[in-house]
């Protein structure tokens, strides 16, 4: 923690340039004074002990020198500390991160291991355990940035704060997503009589219970708050109690609109399975033109899979396979997607699946068909240019599908992978400018509305009961059919 | 054009500064090394020469020079370039103002002069032409302050830019307030039958006809447009057809929740038709303890006023008087607001009144009672520190209203007076850092959700005609009775 950080950003080298070129004068100087007359001797030293105040003057100014790393002394920013003055539109968000109590974090992470024969007295080490992968860690990615000393943070839209009252936000890193799963496993200590079940559904209770006696949460009524509900069930049963935090999802399916909307909260990726595929652009060796392997029956809006398989598995060039979730299979999966030109995104139970951001790693070009799809970073990501979009119905008539997308050239196709290798970085949460910095990003940008959301929270008045006071964005558009 | 730009940052001066300290120091050096005769004298001037590169660098650090006004260099914004790396959230946000046909800017000034009997030809340099004074001129202040040179914008959180392809947003600078009252003053030769009367529909029509042939509008469905409609009854035939766009409203009170909301559009202040009371805070010279002048009878939520006179005209220490607009009752407006503690502030045809503005450019602590007002700036502004809320109903009460307000202490209106005095410039048009940076700062926060509907927009796919899309902010407060 101690170790001096190298220079990260062109400020701190920028200030370490300063440093070398004095070092250089004062050498030149130095070696002079060594052979000059005892007059010349103690004006130069005079003249050199002025310049050198001057420039610990500019020195100590300028520089937010490493090893004042407090970040205490980061909070008001770069931004509004270096450029006083001309004001950016936004310093950077604060962000508190809270300490909460084990049983919401590492508590988690224990009681998914026991419950698959792992060990079953806490650890004394928290940093001995390891968070299990599967397609909502982006809980644990979160929790892990906030966790880097800020001098590794420099990067990030936000900057973490040790004290809440100078803080924008406040993250709560309760692990919801690995909660929901801890019982999934099946066998192990979870049989055992010995030990008591595990109930996600306690854990959201007593969550909700430890937070609505924060002050923090009270001030503002959680307005403030940046929850992370990553699995469409994650955070289910108390939603209504914590709906006016940001939260962190990866659709609406499961949410209704004024629990959770596009303009309150933020849709992030799942985190993608299938190593990224890291060869060349290009069809050679994508024999296959679309490729599907997952769960064919799905209730709801994913009812729509097995419809397709009737569709598409006599198609001779497309590969469209029933399987779960194993280690196999994923090895399968990565296999299929890395030697196919088009990969197929159905809706799952939920409008969201992780198999997008598997094909996105994969640069096998989406083809999404789930009409009431959201998708991460939509400001900054055209997903036109990545993905093909079908309408449902359509993308079921007999034929339709296959012939559409054995008509796209290969230069369409070589394109869309071009666009693909762009925007991996948003899709992976272990790149050092990725995925974690992305959701940062979004985020920020909520904090004006939250503050606007509350300050007149607090000065509204009683209204008939009849009325709403809802603030909405609509859309007007009638909708494409299919975007090739 | 070409002209090389000057270093716009302290970022890149510093690098010019840094090369220039060396080269000057290694001249002195030179120097000295060369001629060992007067070796004193030259060491002094050179010690002395050294200190002032010194202090010409340090100066340079702090000042950003004035004359580095080339607009183009600018449009990447100091932050984009300078920090390249670290990324700030937000850099300036590029707007392009529309050079609009003469007859949705100047020519209606012009027909508001000719209405009123004054010029009927078109005059030559538009410079002459004065735009009345009204209470929705905000539209005229935005108007002017794009028209500035940008050197003079350096604190605007937008950068105007001559080439839409780098345009963010497109701003539509139609006088649609001042149109609307182009025919209300009567008289004037709008009464002759020589001059064919103004009419605000057909120049509603008219500009919507222009702005949909317009490339940039088509587009993006007009989402990245920004449209001042200050009036209530602003742009109100056409709303429908530039509802994508964000709008620059005083209230939502003639405006359907489809066609405008705090998440999409922006709140602005009223243009203060009243003094701003420039004395000492205090109650000494405020011996009126509630003051009202305005219009008794008004429709809709402001049938109120009616009611509120007969609650409060039997008051001792409560003016309140009917009056109409009027150079002579501004004046007597002006008396009543500056010599009182609190001014009332009920709903007029629309939950919004230029009064509010009045009343806090005046210190005169505003009393509102309109339930669904929407205010300016929420988001920096927290209006229960500035103004007191009173529930409708409650305000009705007979009693009530007088009796509250005369038990609030002096130190607690000295507190309203100290907070008032501190929001003052952000609903001053015409300070230099006042309502018109802050209208740009709220519009700038909308960018981020422009281009997450824009792209959205384009990859939707047709859904069932019954589900509408919309992204929803609710609030699920009861709402407060009184705010004191």
């Known amino acids: 923690m101690n170790r001096k950080s190298k220079p990260t950003s062109w400020y701190s080298s920028n200030n370490n340039n300063n440093d070398d070129d004095n070092n250089k004068t004062l050498k030149i100087l130095s070696s002079l004074m060594a052979r000059k007359s005892s007059l010349l001797k103690q004006t130069l030293i005079a003249c050199v002990l002025f310049i050198l105040t001057v420039y610990a003057f500019v020195n100590a100014f300028f520089t937010p020198s490493d090893d004042n790393a407090d970040s205490n002394a980061r909070v008001t920013s770069y931004f509004s500390r270096t450029l006083d003055g001309i004001s950016p539109n936004s310093p950077k968000v604060r962000v508190y991160m809270y300490d909460l109590p084990r049983k919401f974090t590492y508590g988690i992470i224990e009681q998914h291991s026991i419950a698959r024969g792992g060990q079953v007295a806490p650890v004394a080490d928290v940093s001995s355990l390891k968070y299990?992968?599967?397609?909502?860690?982006?809980e644990w990615y979160l929790f892990s940035d906030l966790n880097r000393p800020e001098e590794d943070r420099l990067e990030s839209p936000v900057v973490r704060v040790t004290d809440p009252d100078e803080a924008d936000l406040f993250y709560v890193p309760v692990f919801s997503s690995l909660s929901l799963i801890v019982n999934t496993g099946g066998g192990g200590a979870s049989s055992s009589e010995t030990v008591r079940r595990y109930s996600d559904d306690e854990m959201q209770e007593e969550l909700v219970e430890w937070l609505e006696k924060q002050e923090y949460w009270k001030r503002n009524n959680g307005w403030d708050h940046v929850i992370n509900a990553g699995d469409p069930n994650a955070m289910l049963r108390v939603m209504d109690r914590v709906k006016n935090a940001v939260l962190l999802v990866s659709d609406f399916g499961r949410l209704r609109p004024d629990q959770s909307s596009l303009v309150k909260d933020v849709i992030i990726p799942y985190s993608h399975r299938i190593n990224t595929y890291t060869g060349d652009l290009g069809v050679q060796n994508r024999n296959t033109l679309l490729f599907f392997m997952g769960n064919r029956y799905r209730k709801e809006g994913g009812k729509i899979r097995d419809l397709l398989f009737n569709v598409l598995e006599t198609?001779?060039?497309?590969?469209?396979?029933?399987g779960t979730q194993s280690r196999e299979n994923r090895r399968a999966a990565t296999q299929g997607m890395h030697t196919s030109k088009f990969c197929l995104n159905p809706a799952g139970d939920t409008p969201s699946a992780c198999r997008l951001f598997d094909a996105i790693v994969s640069l096998c070009v989406p083809v999404i068909v789930s009409d009431d799809i959201e998708l991460p970073f939509e400001d900054v990501i055209d997903y036109r240019k990545i993905a093909v979009f079908v309408e449902t119905s359509i993308a079921l008539k007999p034929g339709f599908l296959a012939s559409t997308l054995r008509a796209v050239t290969t230069e369409r196709i070589l394109e869309y992978q071009k666009e693909l290798k762009e925007v991996q970085r948003y899709f992976i949460y272990d790149h050092q400018n990725g995925t974690v910095n992305e959701i940062w990003r979004e985020v920020s940008q909520k904090v004006?509305?939250?503050?606007?959301?509350?300050?007149?929270d607090k000065r509204l008045v009683r209204r008939e009961p009849s009325k709403s006071d809802c603030s909405c964005l609509c859309t007007n558009q009638t909708g494409i059919i299919s975007s090739l």
Request: hydrophobic fraction near 35%.
């Open 448 to 456: 004006p509305l939250i503050k606007y959301m509350i300050n007149r």
């Open 315 to 322: 198609e001779e060039d497309v590969i469209i396979k029933h």
């Open 132 to 138: 299990p992968g599967h397609q909502h860690m982006g």
